[in-house]
């Protein structure tokens, strides 16, 4: 199997949200398995960001990766 094989596999296991904990706080990207996805709602909840704020945080550097429940082995 190709490497792009196995990233396409493991992106339909993955769940996501985006958007900013505070008005002026980076664009935060919370990632994690499927099976995991009821600890998304133990987070605190992310606003909701325009397209155009998500392209001024890329170009600005201002992005925040966490990754929910147990990591990949």
Same mark, same amino acid.
């Given at each position: 199997m190709s490497s792009e094989d196995q990233l396409t596999q $493991?992106?339909?296991q993955l769940?996501?949200?985006?958007g900013r $904990?505070?008005?002026?706080?980076p664009l935060t990207v919370r990632v994690g398995f499927a099976t995991g996805a009821a600890t998304f709602a133990e987070l605190p909840r992310l606003k909701n960001i325009t397209d155009a704020e998500v392209e001024a945080a890329l170009r600005e550097g201002a992005i925040?990766?966490?990754w929910v429940g147990s990591r990949p082995s």
């Open positions: $493991l992106a339909s769940v996501w949200r985006v $904990l505070g008005d002026d706080g925040r990766v966490e």
